[in-house]
């Protein structure tokens, strides 16, 4: 593996992380992986673990999961008719799992965080704190909403979960894309690098290849195009000092553009098979 660039955690701990790029699998990998995770993960900044309106950030970034919270029910809807089983792994404060299980599916969390355990719990959403309590139980669809990039021991943790797979299930990925435009713009304070929690950064060809070793395939990719706006306003407060919104919207709206010939948005859905 060879240098790609060097950044840091600009949100919890201030130090320093380079990003490795693989290039076997086109694959960045975030260089160390810190032994003890759980720290960088306690700040109050940290939305998906809270349900924070306190800051403009905030009031934007839970007004869009509202929005996108519709359109994924909306997926997971269109991926099964009759065995509405669905399990999210990473499931935060459980806003996604409580949609699904007003809209009748039948519901299972892992979230390993035990404050956003505690506030899913609040709303009548049990979680499990990892993979391994979960019984022998399959399911017809698993979600991983921006989740993959956080999983140490990446290869093993895909194993178990496309074994947690029914046969005819379906899997659905969810990750930003370091070869979008708002990527190679911000470079080192582009914010969905966001070393060292993510550990993994992926392009299309590495999703399909991670998958692959499973003998699965995806099937669709398909975009979240807010994606670009959010994290650009967060890399320009990164980047200057300043929310910026202006300039932060712009490199959205650029992103997207460009995407929409080249398909590399900030952030992509894979849909996912077994073979």
Known sequence: MKLYLKTKDYSVSGEKFQLLHNLELDMLVTDPQPENLEKFYQSEDYISHTDSQETF??????????????????????????????????????????????????????????KARKRSKEKGVETFSNLNELSSNKYAVITLWHVLEHLPNLERQITKISSLLEENGTLIVAVPNYKSFDALYYKNFWAA???????????????????QKENMIVTKIRPMVFDSYYVSLLSEKYKTGKQNFIKACFIGLVSNLKAWRTKEYSSLIYIIKKA
């Open 57 to 114: 950030l905030d009031k934007i970034y839970q007004n869009v999961k509202k929005h996108s919270l519709k359109k994924k029910l909306k997926l997971i809807g269109g991926q099964t008719k009759e065995n509405k089983t669905l399990l999210d792994v990473g499931s935060g404060t459980g806003d996604f799992l409580l949609v699904a299980k007003n809209s009748g599916w039948k519901i299972d969390g892992v979230e390993p965080n035990e």
């Open 193 to 211: 690098f966001d070393v060292p929690r993510h550990l993994w950064h992926f392009s299309k060809e590495s999703v399909k290849a991670l998958f």
